[in-house]
């Protein structure tokens, strides 16, 4: 009986080692699920903080590259709205396709918070294809913005000096072009 005491003794206590063994492994599970919890928790913020950072430097370097994109704008446009420099390149890019102005006249500049616009009304002389060139040419004009506003066409009509009769049309392609434009430019 002493043997199978020792036994049952021996059994119980390496059934109770057991026990505490597998306890402490249970409350090792638990306190390192605890830490990996906290641990994923800390993770998924840093994660959250890098993606944001992230989103940061690619507003930033957007902002810079418009910033450069206005510097560069700056320096290829008006740097003032000098009313007889706009009038001249208009002259210029007229001569070019060639288009006759027989007038200018510049309207009221109209300060915006960040630009100025200034209207011309134009009086022209031309073929339509010379006009379609002038306006291809103000709204690809590489010095500041030129937007046409109006455009209005009329055959040019000239009295025939040996007849009485009703005015006949010189050329049909000839045409009396009335145009309005307006220039932007950046204010710095």
């Known amino acids: 009986m002493s043997e199978s005491k020792a036994f049952d003794t021996a059994a119980i206590l390496k059934q109770r ?10 409350i090792f599970l638990f306190i390192t ?8 928790i800390e993770y998924n913020k840093l994660k959250s903080a890098i993606k944001l950072e992230e989103e940061k430097g ?10 450069d994109k ?13 009313t007889s ?4 390149q208009l002259n210029i890019l007229a001569s070019e396709v060639p288009l006759r102005i027989k007038n ?14 200034t209207p011309f009304d134009l009086q022209c002389e031309g073929t339509y294809k010379e006009l379609a060139k002038f306006i291809q040419k103000i709204e690809n004009f590489p010095k500041g913005i030129v937007r046409v506003v109006e455009l209005r066409l009329q055959p040019i009509r000239r009295s ?6 009703e005015p006949k049309l010189i050329e049909a ?9 307006e220039t932007y430019y950046l204010k710095k």
Not at 33 to 40: E, H, N
Not at 107 to 117: H, L, R, S, T
Request: aromatic share 8%; glycine share 2%; proline share 1%.
């Open 33 to 40: 699920r605890a830490v990996y919890q906290k641990q994923m």
């Open 160 to 165: 025939d000096r040996n007849a009485a009769e």
């Open 173 to 181: 392609t000839q045409l009396n072009i009335k145009l309005s434009v």
């Open 85 to 88: 420099m706009i009038v001249d």
């Open 17 to 26: 080692e057991n026990m505490v063994i597998v306890f402490v492994v249970f």
């Open 104 to 117: 200018i006249s510049p309207g009221k500049k109209e300060d915006q918070a960040n630009y100025a616009v």
């Open 70 to 82: 206005i510097k560069l704008y700056r320096v290829k446009s008006w740097s003032s709205m000098e």
């Open 58 to 67: 690619k507003a930033l370097e957007n902002i810079l590259s418009l910033n």
